[in-house]
């Protein structure tokens, strides 16, 4: 089966304003929601910004900042989660 966009829903997301860093969770089409770590939206000189690139390795200011949300991502995939 082909990958088919439309099926790909970005559930919920949060941005590290310091770093750039996104992390959200993710579903595609009936599938189980994930967590996607990454891309990084990164700042151009005039505040503008760039195309998103890879996370690549997280620095310590990125794990301080997933620590922080961390409880609440948790509970958003508990949420979207199906009952079994």
């Known amino acids: 089966m082909a990958y088919d966009p439309e099926k790909d829903k970005?559930?919920?997301?949060?941005?590290?304003?310091?770093?750039?860093?996104?992390?959200s969770i993710n579903r595609y089409g009936d599938g189980e929601p994930k967590v996607q770590i990454g891309?990084?939206?990164?700042l151009k000189k005039d505040g503008s910004e760039?195309?998103?690139?890879?996370?690549?390795?997280?620095?310590?200011?990125?794990l301080l900042w997933f620590y922080d949300i961390i409880?609440?991502?948790k509970d958003e995939m508990a949420r979207q989660a199906r009952p079994e």
């Open 10 to 23: 970005v559930l919920k997301k949060w941005k590290c304003e310091e770093t750039g860093l996104l992390v």
């Open 39 to 42: 891309p990084r939206i990164l």
């Open 50 to 62: 760039r195309a998103p690139v890879k996370a690549g390795r997280l620095t310590m200011e990125d």
């Open 71 to 73: 409880d609440e991502v």
